[in-house]
């Protein structure tokens, strides 16, 4: 019988968590006969013990982005999870995500909320990433007006929170070849170009373990597999962009860098919210305000006099105007 679910988990260079991810699969409540395992690694990994899940390995080299590509490339489910070798499905992940799809047959792409523990699993107090606290469906249609919503709440993140229909993504699409980007990013450009539906869950279906060795927490990562952040600008540039907004994101470009300067802010601002709030301007009909997320997202209104300004619409028009030269959005 074809499985109606595919999980296709990756790993290079580390092999201290992979047991635990590939346990977590055959607790799974949902039946060993309606999902597949394609676990991609560059080295060989013993899958005697995992005898019980429909499971192939197979070995290669090359980026986070084309082991998860070549993953999607040999499974036969038409739902496609992703679990990364550190992370934790919980028991119900896929019983749940076979419901939501069977029962959403417009559903692409669907997120969950996630648990975050240590290297030994033991539960951390405070999330570093924000968790949606309802449970939404949001319709292609549907998709600028809830684009800060969206980024806000970060449901990009983490790719073994990720579930997609397979048909949403061309694998063999020429501008996803060679890429170099986070898995979870570009699966979210991805859903938002072509998705019909996305699901958002408030529920807690894997854990994530942040650990110094994780690709996301360490700088020491494999060069040939860890992602490059730089690689966003070819491709959204690229991807299904018309040249007015490819003329727009490239004056974007200096956005981050030109605003600091101009206000001595200096504030933390990572790559991850840069990109995806480009993304937001890009597809918004409304880029006022789409530059005031942007803005309130680099954390200037942080400052006193920046929020004193910004009490009433009057006040933010006019800071805009003052930086108008930064974001050329009235070109």
């Known amino acids: 019988m074809k499985p109606y679910i595919s999980v296709i988990v990756t790993a290079y260079n580390r092999k201290e968590f992979l047991e635990d991810s590939l346990r977590s699969l055959l607790r799974q409540t949902l039946s060993a006969n309606e999902f597949e395992v394609i676990l991609i690694t560059n080295f060989e990994y013993d899958i005697d013990a995992y005898h019980n899940l429909h499971i192939k390995q197979y070995l290669m080299e090359g980026t986070a982005w084309e082991f998860l590509l070549r993953g999607i490339e040999l499974?036969?489910?038409?739902?496609?999870?992703?679990?990364?070798?550190?992370?934790?499905?919980?028991?119900?992940?896929?019983?749940?995500?076979?419901?939501?799809?069977?029962?959403?047959p417009d559903v692409d792409y669907y997120r969950h909320n996630f648990k975050e523990v240590d290297r030994n699993l033991k539960s951390l107090k405070k999330n570093s990433v924000r968790h949606v606290h309802e449970t939404k469906y949001i319709a292609s249609s549907e998709f600028?007006?809830?684009?800060?919503?969206?980024?806000?709440?970060?449901?990009?993140?983490?790719?073994?929170?990720?579930?997609?229909?397979?048909?949403?993504?061309?694998?063999?699409?020429?501008?996803?070849?060679?890429?170099?980007?986070?898995?979870?990013?570009?699966?979210?450009?991805?859903?938002?170009?072509?998705?019909?539906?996305?699901?958002?869950?408030?529920?807690?279906l894997s854990l994530y373990r942040i650990h110094k060795g994780s690709t996301i927490h360490s700088d020491k990562g494999e060069e040939k597999y860890s992602c490059k952040q730089d690689d966003a600008i070819p491709f959204l540039t690229n991807y299904k962009v018309n040249d007015k907004s490819r003329k727009i994101m490239m004056s974007l470009m200096t956005l981050k860098s030109e605003v600091n300067s101009a206000l001595f802010c200096g504030v933390h601002f990572t790559i991850r919210h840069y990109f995806m709030n480009l993304l937001l301007i890009l597809l918004s009909d409304n880029r006022f305000k789409a530059t005031l997320v942007l803005l309130k997202k680099m954390m200037l209104v942080r400052k006193p006099i920046i929020i004193k300004m910004l009490k009433n619409e009057q006040n933010i028009i006019k800071f805009l105007e003052k930086f108008v030269s930064f974001f050329k959005l009235t070109q």
């Open 75 to 104: 499974s036969n489910g038409e739902i496609i999870s992703f679990l990364d070798d550190d992370d934790i499905f919980m028991a119900d992940k896929l019983k749940n995500v076979m419901g939501i799809f069977r029962g959403n």
């Open 144 to 204: 600028i007006d809830n684009l800060s919503y969206l980024t806000f709440n970060e449901v990009f993140f983490n790719a073994s929170t990720i579930v997609i229909r397979k048909k949403m993504i061309n694998v063999k699409d020429g501008i996803l070849q060679g890429r170099n980007l986070a898995t979870d990013f570009m699966l979210w450009i991805l859903a938002v170009a072509n998705a019909r539906e996305i699901c958002i869950d408030k529920k807690d």
